[in-house]
Nanobody
Framework: QVRLEESGGDSVQAGGSLRLSCAVSGYPFSPFCMGWFRQPAGEERELVATIVRDGTVKYADSVKGRFTISKDNADDTLYLQLNSLKPEDTAMYYC????????????????????RGPGTLVTVSS
């Protein structure tokens, strides 16, 4: 069974930093695209960052220049470095991987990102 497990969330003050990690298990082959979503309480989920196998990364405008996504290709562990945190970054953060393992194909693999973990909570106080 495929599973993603996030860790690293914490409570920090504005301006602080955190590093989130995502452990991957159960995939028959490495995901081509992985990413991070976040969801503030009572709001919709937002795609924050993506990374594909060739290293190409994309960021939401709200985090560009402050967050960095990276991946260890040896074991597919995904990371998200969060710097210069703001209170509006407070949210549950979820790791996601593409759904190619179950035959879902899109021209853009990142279009099939799915969350498979419980998330990790980031709280930023002013």
């Amino acid at each position: 069974q495929v599973r993603l497990e996030e860790s690293g969330g914490d409570s920090v003050q504005a301006g602080g930093s955190l590093r989130l990690s995502c452990a991957v298990s159960g995939y028959p082959f490495s995901p081509f695209c992985m990413g991070w979503f976040r969801q503030p309480a009572g709001e919709e989920r937002e795609l924050v960052a993506t990374i594909v196998r060739d290293g190409t990364v994309k960021y939401a405008d709200s985090v560009k220049g402050r967050f960095t996504i990276s991946k260890d290709n040896a074991d597919d562990t995904l990371y998200l470095q969060l710097n210069s945190l703001k209170p509006e970054d407070t949210a549950m953060y979820y790791c996601a991987a593409d759904a190619r393992y179950r035959g879902v194909t899109f021209e853009d693999p990142c279009a099939s990102l799915e969350v498979r973990g419980p998330g990790t909570l980031v709280t930023v106080s002013s």
